[in-house]
């Protein structure tokens, strides 16, 4: 993975993820008990607007993989990390129920896309015979970092408000397009050669962990 620099980059991008996404997890259930009051229909309602936009995204990253070039994929990442902080930081601002369910679900379809394009990277570039160690390197980079937000921000939610953790927490998710960014501006971030399927041989599909 640190030889081919697109695949450690990509693994870092989950890592930057999770890094405010685990809160994430804890933030969903606050917000629909806690702050809006909704019990556990405002808790369903909000999660369930969050698996729907990683629903849209997904078919949105379906019809749009196989149109971008490198070039572009590369900028459509930056674009939806910074999309995702946006509405991530909408969501935990939200002054009424309905904003913020519709806050989150965009802030999804955004990660949907984003984590469906660098999925169908890593199975172009990653060979058949490292592809289930890297695969299961970045889950577990990503799972842990998420596990640790988790505990920060449950920790916090003791002493401070939800809306300021998930502000935290947005700003933490949307650095992440910042790095990306960098990386590829510098030059960083070349096309390797494809080690894995032919680009007319990966199925693009959502990722249910995102």
């Known amino acids: 993975m640190r030889a081919t620099p697109l695949i450690f980059g990509i693994g870092l991008i989950n890592v930057g993820w999770a890094s405010g996404g685990g809160a994430g997890q804890i933030l969903l259930s606050l917000f629909g008990d806690v702050v809006f009051r909704r019990g556990s229909v ?3 309602a909000i999660w369930g607007s969050a698996g729907v936009g990683l629903i849209i995204g997904s078919i ?20 939806c990390y910074i999309v995702h902080g946006l509405f991530y930081l909408l969501f935990s601002l939200s002054p009424s129920f309905a904003a913020a369910i ?38 577990t980079w990503t799972w842990m970092t998420m596990m640790v937000s988790m505990s920060v921000a449950g920790y916090a ?12 927490a947005a700003f933490f998710s949307m650095s992440t397009a910042f790095w990306w960014g960098w ?17 007319d041989e990966v199925e693009v599909h959502g990722d249910p962990a995102a």
């Open 42 to 44: 405002g808790i369903g």
């Open 60 to 79: 949105i990253a379906h019809r749009l993989f196989p149109r971008l070039s490198f070039k572009a994929y590369k900028i459509t990442v930056s674009v």
């Open 102 to 139: 519709f806050f989150i679900g965009a802030s999804r379809v955004a990660v949907g896309v984003s984590s469906v394009c660098n999925s169908s990277q890593l199975l172009r570039h990653v060979a058949h015979e490292y592809r289930g160690r890297v695969f299961s390197t970045v889950e």
């Open 157 to 168: 939610s003791d002493h401070v408000s939800p809306r300021v953790i998930g502000t935290v």
């Open 183 to 199: 990386a590829n501006y510098a030059g960083k971030l070349p096309e390797p050669a494809l080690a894995g399927g032919a680009p």
